[in-house]
């Protein structure tokens, strides 16, 4: 009887084993679930640098003025993106003569990126300080325009003092020289304020070119690659915020 019962028992056991295994079965060709992670949508930016002497490079190699490390320092943040950058400066450019460019060319007002760097020259030539006066506040709302109308693509970026180069202080005028930047700059702060509108200071960079003389370009008057890369660590914040708005 105990060896009918024990038979018994282990029948039901093996008929609960096999109904557990149907009821989930595990086939080889079960596909498991695959998750997709979204891919970053690879996007092309147009940058348009508006200036003089100091925004096409006057002395240094193509890559070195601030505008093309500024493209390249964007385009390291994301190898994906790529990035135009369009150059309309010339030295000894004052905003009358960079006005007069802007106009002359036919430019679309699709620039997701527009930093203007302009009025060494109205100070070298001895402008009337009230066409400055006049011509900026023009030249930034032309940069607005063409910066898809919105002002936060708009970077404005300080005078460097060249007093404070080899050239500079054979001038004679150092102390005149500064205090017109300053009075050049304290003016364009005011109306970028006054506006809502991005102004990036490397004035006081370009005034660190006589202790570091690595800072001065080899003609003895214009900032170097290396001062252009530290404008660029000032203005890059700014500018991936503007790109990203």
């Known amino acids: 009887m105990k060896k009918q019962f024990q038979v018994i028992v282990t029948f039901f056991s093996l008929l609960f084993m096999v109904s557990c295994s149907t009821e989930n079965p595990i086939s080889e060709t079960t596909s498991i679930p695959i998750v997709t992670v979204p ?71 699709n620039y997701d990126l527009v930093t203007l760097l302009i009025g060494v020259n109205n100070q070298y030539q001895n402008r009337n300080f009230s066409l400055y006066e006049k011509e900026f506040p023009e030249l930034v709302k032309k940069a607005i325009a063409l910066a898809k109308g919105d002002k ?46 991005v102004f990036i200071n490397i004035t006081d960079i370009t005034r660190q070119g006589l202790t570091n003389k690595n800072l001065v370009a080899s003609d003895g008057l214009h900032p170097s690659e290396l001062a252009y890369s530290l404008f660029v660590e000032r203005i890059l914040p700014k500018a991936t915020t503007a790109l990203n708005n």
Do not use: H, M
């Open 39 to 109: 891919q970053t949508q690879a996007k092309s930016y147009n940058y348009l640098a508006l200036g003089d002497s100091y925004t096409i490079g006057q002395s240094v190699c193509e890559t070195c003025r601030f505008p093309a490390q500024l493209s390249k320092s964007l385009g390291n943040l994301n190898v994906s993106n790529t990035y135009s950058l369009k150059i309309i400066a010339q030295t000894g450019w004052t905003t009358s003569n960079l006005i007069s460019a802007v106009n002359t060319q036919n430019l679309a007002s």
């Open 152 to 197: 936060t693509n708009v970077i404005l970026v300080s005078i460097p003092d060249y007093a404070y180069t080899p050239f500079g202080q054979t001038s004679g005028n150092q102390t005149t020289i500064s205090t017109e930047i300053d009075q050049y700059n304290a003016f364009a702060k005011k109306y970028c304020d006054d506006n809502a509108i």
